[in-house]
């Protein structure tokens, strides 16, 4: 105590107290150690990340749908089914079952084809124009692309033109436009059924067509229609003719039944088919020993005899030459 009956310690507070300056320097003193704790305190801890945490796996689970994993599920097993089909090249066989099998739910309801009816084929049967159109026996009425058929019709070589109709609950009517066999086009030592337009419609195979002009060529098939058209006006000529054959894409020669060769020029083959049936009618040309003539040039003919008549020939002129000979002796 005191004199004054006071505690120093009192005492010794209220000088503290009393002085301003010193009370700021020692809490100054004290900050930087209190932030250098703080901050060991945060270098010693460890952060929780998101993934260690269990509560965003809750949350996650809580907010997900009802009957996500299973949808899930569905979709893996889908994807590794297709694929499988696509890697196994089993596309065609699954889209065909399903196919079959939608029909068939129709066919069970009333929607199976009846009845067909056709218009327009010639060289067709009903049997190849329904399985061009992609008609069977498993097709329904109500899952029939009518479309699509009608496209397939028309891409087969024969039919120029198609019309496909559905007449519910089980009728179909099928109008097709055939084109017609024109001559036989040989290239390459292979012959072929075309079409006036030059269309291949098949390969020559059937007997039925053994009738049918020969054109022989590169290119004859699309030009061999205005030639014909132009040889039916010589009727003495077109009798006699066996193939026409285009050469070089440029002009035609005629093989004739008896073996001759009739090389006809580039321009005004009329004049020289009209020259070729006056002289067969005057002189008998084609019936001659000969195995070519040549209209190559405008203002000539030249016929190219056989060997025997090409021999035969030069003996007569041997045989006229000599007594001349003896004769001047």
Do not use: C
């Not at 020969?214 to 077109?238: M, N, S, W």
């Amino acid at each position: 105590m005191d004199g004054g009956g006071r505690l120093s310690r009192s005492l010794g507070r209220t000088r503290s107290q009393s002085n301003p300056q010193q009370v700021r320097a020692a809490s100054a003193a004290q900050r930087p150690r209190a932030r250098g704790q703080e901050s060991a305190r945060r270098t010693n801890v460890t952060p929780i990340t998101r993934q260690e945490d269990p509560r965003w796996i809750s949350e996650l689970e809580r907010r997900r749908p009802r009957g996500f994993g299973l949808a899930a599920t569905v979709v893996m097993l889908l994807g590794a089914v297709v694929l499988g089909v696509m890697k196994g090249g089993h596309t065609d066989e699954v889209l065909g079952a399903l196919s079959d099998a939608r029909n068939a739910a129709a066919n069970s309801v009333g929607f199976r084809i009846t009845s067909v009816a056709i218009t327009g084929r010639k060289q067709l049967t009903q049997d190849e124009v329904l399985a061009v159109g992609g008609v069977n026996g498993r097709s329904s009425l109500l899952f029939l692309d009518a479309a699509s058929a009608r496209d397939k019709l028309k891409a087969d070589p024969w039919i120029s033109d198609a019309t496909v109709q559905k007449l519910y609950p089980g009728q179909l009517q099928i109008d097709i436009t055939e084109r017609s066999p024109f001559a036989l086009w040989q290239e390459n030592g292979r012959v072929s059924v075309i079409s006036a337009d030059g269309t291949v419609l098949e390969p020559y195979v059937a007997r039925r067509f053994v009738s049918l002009p020969l054109v022989v060529g590169k290119g004859a098939e699309t030009r061999a229609k205005d030639f014909l058209g132009l040889l039916a006006q010589y009727p003495q000529v077109k009798s006699q003719v066996k193939a026409i054959v285009f050469v070089g894409e440029r002009r035609w020669n005629l093989r004739l039944a008896d073996g001759i060769d009739v090389r006809l020029p580039e321009f005004e083959v009329e004049k020289a088919l009209a020259t070729l049936s006056k002289m067969d009618k005057e002189t008998g040309l084609f019936s001659r020993d000969i195995t070519a003539i040549d209209m190559r040039l405008p203002d000539r003919l030249t016929v190219r005899l056989s060997e025997e008549a090409a021999k035969a020939r030069n003996d007569l002129l041997k045989d006229k030459k000599t007594p001349k000979k003896a004769g001047s002796a």
